[in-house]
Nanobody
């Protein structure tokens, strides 16, 4: 499948932004969809994952309470709604597809997702939050 992310931009702290990721290909409903982000000089971080339209797996604590993931199967699109944005949310945001259900791991300190679990990636969209 091919993924196309969009919706990034410049927003002030405290503002909101909604990212979209449109999937081209068959069987969108069978894919788990995840959102990741990568800030300059940092590793790519998993945020949330959705195995279906009713289930959300929170990967990162930073996403809890502020970010939500949703999917519109009719449009083959997954969304990331981000509220109460902070300057530390500045990053390139990526969507990704996994042929299996969401897999969230825990290392004793925090939960995380493995980049290698996801088969297809979007090109990334820049989000910049100004203070």
């Amino acid at each position: 499948v091919q993924l196309q992310a969009s919706g990034g931009g410049l927003v002030q702290a405290g503002g909101s932004l909604r990212l979209s990721c449109t999937v081209r290909g068959r069987s969108f409903t069978t894919y788990a969809m995840g959102w990741f982000r990568q800030a300059p000089g940092k590793e790519r971080e998993g945020l949330l994952c959705s195995s279906d339209r009713w289930t959300t797996e929170y990967i990162s604590k930073s996403a809890q309470g502020r970010f939500t993931i949703s999917r519109d199967n009719a449009k083959n699109t997954v969304y990331l709604q981000m509220n109460s944005l902070k300057p530390e949310d500045t990053a390139v945001y990526y969507c990704a597809a996994d042929r299996r259900s969401c897999r969230v791991y825990y290392n004793g300190t925090h939960s995380y997702a493995k980049i290698t679990d996801f088969n297809s990636w979007g090109q990334g969209t820049q989000v910049t939050v100004s203070s």
